[in-house]
């Protein structure tokens, strides 16, 4: 049989359990490339005072399927999983005071594709929806590097082509009238021939 509080929560009428809600926000879908930290953003609002008994909770799942497993717990202090795919590379860069419960994740990697769930709950805030973030995580493009690696080039080479391009203009410049004095200077004028 359900529990009285069971029943309660049942015959709670919509005003009330309005009344006790939290409003939870997440991206549906973050994009993310292998070895690049990423942050999966979480906000909340809540109709009660924060207080030490507020928890956030975050859940995964992988893409493939399967159960959802907690990767990371926060009352007061974060509780980082200690085991599995996330150990050592999950970290709390939230702030409950804000309303911020948001996570970093380290170095991801494809398999940590999936979907993963922010929940809070500020006693007697329990309440609230659930909202998905679908992680992605794929291998930055070639395009984007060969993108980077010409802007990289046509900064650091295109003014030194431009001032090796001046110089050779100058010296050739300078060698054409050299030339031209040495042209002049080889040739005797008509009046010198006809004194001779």
């Known amino acids: 049989f359900p529990s009285r509080s069971a029943r309660a929560s049942r015959r709670c009428c919509p005003c009330v ?67 599995g795919k996330f150990k050592d590379r999950i970290s709390w860069i939230g702030n409950v005071a804000r309303g911020d419960a948001s996570v970093a994740i380290e170095s991801p990697v494809m398999s940590d594709n999936g979907t993963f769930i922010c929940s809070v709950k500020n006693p007697p805030d329990v309440y609230h929806n659930i909202p998905q973030t679908v992680l992605i995580v794929t291998e930055r493009g070639l395009s984007f590097q060969l993108t980077s690696a010409v802007l990289l080039s046509i900064l650091v080479f295109l003014p030194s082509i431009i001032v090796v391009v001046l110089l050779l203009v100058r010296m050739g410049r300078k060698f054409g009238v050299l030339k031209e004095k040495k042209k002049s200077g080889c040739k005797k004028s008509s009046i010198e021939v006809s004194d001779e």
């Open 17 to 83: 359990c309005n009344a006790l809600s939290l409003e939870i926000k997440a991206s549906p879908k973050v994009r993310a490339f292998i070895g690049e930290q990423v942050s999966l953003k979480c906000s909340f609002k809540s109709s009660s005072p924060i207080t030490e008994s507020l928890t956030v909770d975050w859940t995964y799942r992988p893409l493939t399927g399967g159960q959802m497993e907690t990767i990371f717990h926060y009352q007061s202090v974060p509780y980082p999983t200690t085991v």
